[in-house]
């Protein structure tokens, strides 16, 4: 009788060896087909998670396999719907009607946020092909996703139909142009002005500052001798000195006022938020800058 013994592969544990006699009666290996087909059954790939899974641990083969089907059953879903309603939403384009577009469009960026196509349609539709600026916020938002997930392609087929955005936007140009030489005017003009009233300010201002450190230098220096003499002299000129430097000190506090507020309307004059029309051009510049965004996030122009 052939001496057979059982060895585990440590290469391959999923199959079973055994030794036998040969016809020249050396040893020789040979897989046991009986013990391989013993182990045969339904066999199921394991996942790779990624992450600890703490539901797979408990689970079955046959239940993990199920959860991983239907996941990707789940996946295949979205993908039909989202072919749906992208379909749906260029034939509403078509015709056109935006608002029937912008409820695909927005069923279609809630299954798939990152879709570079549907941003590219609702970019769209949102601007009425860039003739409608209403909805201009929602353009902005959607803009971000168009440069960040659109193709080349599907930036190149906005930037085909966005003449009306880039008319808009130098029509822009050329108001906060205007507005910027005639803020700019305006500014100058104001600030010889203010500049001669602080010239004349700090002329008043000196006129009382200079007396006040004069009268009360006298004041201090005859205080340290008030009675160096038996007659009072240097008393009286020690009150009548004080006194002096406190009516200087308070006409000071009057002219400085009037420095400290010539000087205010220099600084705010240089600042566009204190007039309206430094105002209207802030606000012309910023939506301009934020046209100027949206047309960059799908050309170079």
């Known amino acids: 009788m052939a001496e057979e013994r059982f060895i585990d592969d440590d290469l391959n544990k999923d199959k079973k060896y055994k030794i036998r ?31 600890d899974d703490e ?21 295949e879903r979205i993908r039909t719907r989202l072919s749906e309603l992208i379909s749906k939403a260029k034939e509403q384009l ?23 196509e549907t941003l ?9 092909n860039f003739t409608d600026y209403t909805l201009f916020d929602d353009c902005v938002r959607v803009a971000e996703g168009v440069r960040d997930f659109c193709t080349e392609e599907q930036k190149k087929e906005l930037e085909k139909v966005s003449a009306p955005l880039v008319e808009r936007i130098e ?3 050329e108001n906060v ?3 910027h030489v005639e803020n700019e005017s305006k500014k100058n003009e104001r600030r010889a002005v203010f500049i001669e009233k602080r010239k004349h300010a700090l002329i008043f201002f000196s006129l009382t500052a200079l007396p006040f450190l004069l009268f ?23 009150i009548v000195f004080a006194a002096l430097a406190a009516v200087a000190f308070i006409a000071s506090l009057f002219t400085g006022h009037k420095l400290w507020e010539s000087q205010r309307q220099i600084s705010l004059n240089e600042k566009n938020s204190s007039t309206q029309l430094g105002r209207d051009y802030e606000n012309a510049l910023s939506e301009l800058e934020t046209y100027r965004g949206v047309l960059t996030s799908f050309s170079e122009i």
């Open 171 to 173: 029509k822009m140009e």
């Open 177 to 179: 142009a205007a507005l």
């Open 216 to 238: 009360l230098t006298l004041a201090l220096s005859y205080s340290t001798v008030m009675f160096a003499v038996r007659d009072g002299r240097n008393i009286t000129l020690t």
């Open 55 to 75: 539901e797979a641990a408990v689970m079955t083969p046959e239940q993990l396999a199920a959860r991983e089907q239907a996941k990707i059953d789940e996946r």
């Open 120 to 128: 590219m349609l609702k970019m769209l539709a949102l601007s009425r």
């Open 94 to 116: 078509a015709v056109p009607d935006y608002e029937g577009a912008l409820y695909s469009l927005n069923l279609a960026e809630e299954l798939d946020g990152q879709n570079g």
């Open 21 to 51: 006699k040969n016809a020249d009666g050396e040893d020789e290996l040979y897989i046991d087909e009986s013990a391989e087909n013993a182990q045969e059954g339904e066999e199921f790939e394991m996942p790779v998670f990624a992450y």
